[in-house]
C-alpha cells in the first residue's frame, strides 16, 4: 500500500489542523491505521492509532484530549483531527498502516508500510 499524506502548515498555538492520508489500493480496510511524528533532534514518537474497524483507538498522553483519529474506509482516507495545538507539537508526521490485529502501538513499533512526512509547525 501506498500512502500520501496531506494537511500539515505553520499554525499559532491554540488554532487547529488537520492531516489527512490517502491510501492507495483495495485493502485499506485491512490495515490498522496511525500517525508518528518527529520533531527537530528527537526520536521519532507514536502519536495516535486506529484500528481496521475504527473500534480500537489510542493516543499517546501528551495528544489525549486535543488530538482525534479517524478513518474513512469508503475513501481509504485517515485523518489526524489536531486541536489546542501547542508548540511541542511541531514535527514531521508521518501516517502508517499495519497488517495488525488492533493492538496498541507504540514509539519503537514499526509499521509495515510508511507514507511521506508532513510538516506541522506551530508557533507560540
Known amino acids: 500500500v501506498q500512502l500520501q499524506a496531506s494537511g500539515g502548515g505553520l499554525m499559532q498555538a491554540g488554532g487547529s489542523l488537520r492531516l489527512s492520508c490517502a491510501a492507495s489500493?483495495?485493502?485499506?480496510?485491512?490495515?490498522?491505521m496511525g500517525w508518528f511524528r518527529q520533531a527537530p533532534g528527537k526520536e521519532r514518537e507514536f502519536v495516535a492509532s486506529i484500528s481496521r474497524s475504527g473500534s480500537n483507538i489510542y493516543y499517546t498522553d501528551s495528544v489525549k484530549g486535543r488530538f482525534t483519529i479517524s478513518r474513512d474506509n469508503a475513501r481509504n482516507t485517515v485523518y489526524l483531527q489536531m486541536n489546542s495545538l501547542k508548540s511541542e507539537d511541531t514535527a514531521v508526521y508521518y501516517c502508517a498502516a499495519d497488517t495488525g490485529d488492533g493492538s496498541d502501538w507504540y514509539d519503537g513499533f514499526l509499521p509495515d508500510y510508511w507514507g511521506q512526512g508532513t510538516q506541522v509547525t506551530v508557533s507560540s
Open positions: 489500493g483495495r485493502t485499506f480496510s485491512s490495515y490498522d
